[in-house]
């Protein structure tokens, strides 16, 4: 998965910059799709709701207002390995305007479950 972490990417840009990016970000997505690299990808809008607390569930404006940078959308891969999807993420149109993306690999299931059925097994025998 490819999370977008951008702040205020078009701040520095003329209106025909602008088209420019999204020309060749239109360009990128359409490439990946056509070449069966693209699984799902959606743009979010920045308000959100950030919901936690232990006995008391708490909701409080988000998605993250300490973090300098938001996730603006995310990108599901249909890569072979982490270097596929590094190597398709370096493409992205925005890092050269100063977006970051962050690359993750997507777990089957929660690492933690899986760790705690498995030390639940060994106990039982």
């Not at 972490?5 to 990946?32: I, P």
């Not at 599901?76 to 992205?92: G, H, Q, T, V, Y």
């Amino acid at each position: 998965m490819v999370l977008f972490r951008s702040t205020d990417w078009n701040k520095d840009l003329s209106l025909n910059e602008m088209q420019q990016v999204m020309d060749r970000t239109y360009a990128w997505f359409d490439r990946l799709r056509l070449e069966g690299k693209c699984k799902a990808a959606q743009p979010l809008f920045a308000e959100g709701k950030v919901v936690s607390g232990t006995k008391t569930r708490t909701v409080t404006d988000g998605p993250f207002a300490e973090s300098k940078e938001t996730v603006g959308g995310y990108l599901i891969l249909n890569a072979a390995s982490m270097e596929e999807a590094l190597e398709i993420a370096r493409e992205w149109p925005l890092l050269d305007c100063g977006s970051t993306l962050e690359v993750r690999p997507i777990a089957p299931e929660c690492p933690d479950f899986h760790r705690l059925r498995r030390q639940r097994a060994a106990a039982a025998t």
